[in-house]
């Protein structure tokens, strides 16, 4: 049973196309994330959804466009695809685990290249 | 001054020894710190979370922190060479569940058989 769940896994595309990331949880979490992994595999958050509300976007080009269809699902498109947007791009979701903590889980992750 | 910051290593342990992971961070007002393993090609995966000052045990595994010091650790003893990996610390101002975690760059630990 897979938690997080994200497609494709790799991403090999030029520069100039559009491409989207799908997300899926199937936890019941009501907030999920974008994450960008670099080269020196610092991760670093993008975007935050709360019940397909967004409520973190960090500094990001407005290339990239988050979309929440519904509270299991966050997709990721982006437009004309750059050379520095190569990256691995982690989905997460979280949810409650009791009431004093919570927990953040990451999806496998979309390994993009562009060329 | 980095937000979270970690030794990048690698730090080298011995198979049996104790691993000691330190993170500092700058936010006053954070609430909640993780530790995350991160296998090569793999993603970030959970192993502790702490909220309170003091110590807390999950099997080989014991976060610490000091909010006075604004440090966290991890240790991990009787180091195997499954836990040859990347650790993140994970840092968030609320306790909330629905903000976004800063993370640092990560330590990367060699277990030696």
């Known amino acids: 049973d897979t938690a997080v769940s994200q497609t494709p896994k790799y991403l090999v595309t030029q520069m100039g196309n559009d491409k989207s990331i799908k997300c899926e949880q199937n936890l019941g979490h009501d907030t999920m994330y974008w994450y960008k992994q670099d080269s020196k595999k610092f991760l670093k958050i993008m975007f935050s959804?709360?019940?397909?509300?967004?409520?973190i976007n960090e500094t990001v080009p407005n290339r990239f466009s988050p979309k929440s269809p519904d509270k299991a699902h966050l997709n990721l498109h982006i437009n004309s695809l750059e050379l520095g947007d190569s990256a691995v791009y982690f989905c997460?979701?979280?949810?409650?685990?009791?009431?004093?903590?919570?927990?953040?889980?990451f999806g496998p992750g979309t390994r993009l290249t562009v060329t | 001054q980095k937000e979270v910051e970690q030794n990048s290593g690698p730090l080298s342990v011995p198979e049996g020894a104790i691993a000691s992971l330190n993170c500092t961070y700058s936010d006053r007002g954070s609430q909640s710190f993780f530790w995350y393993r991160q296998y090569s090609g793999k993603s970030p995966e959970l192993i502790m979370s702490i909220y309170s000052n003091g110590d807390k045990e999950d099997g080989r595994f014991t976060a610490q922190l000091n909010k006075a010091s604004q440090y966290v650790s991890l240790l991990i003893r009787d180091s195997q060479p499954s836990d040859s990996a990347t650790y993140l610390c994970a840092v968030s101002i609320s306790n909330f569940g629905n903000e976004k975690l800063t993370f640092g760059t990560g330590t990367r630990l060699t277990i030696i058989p």
């Open positions: 959804y709360n019940n397909k509300e967004l409520i």
């Open positions: 997460a979701s979280s949810g409650r685990r009791d009431r004093t903590s919570y927990e953040q889980y």
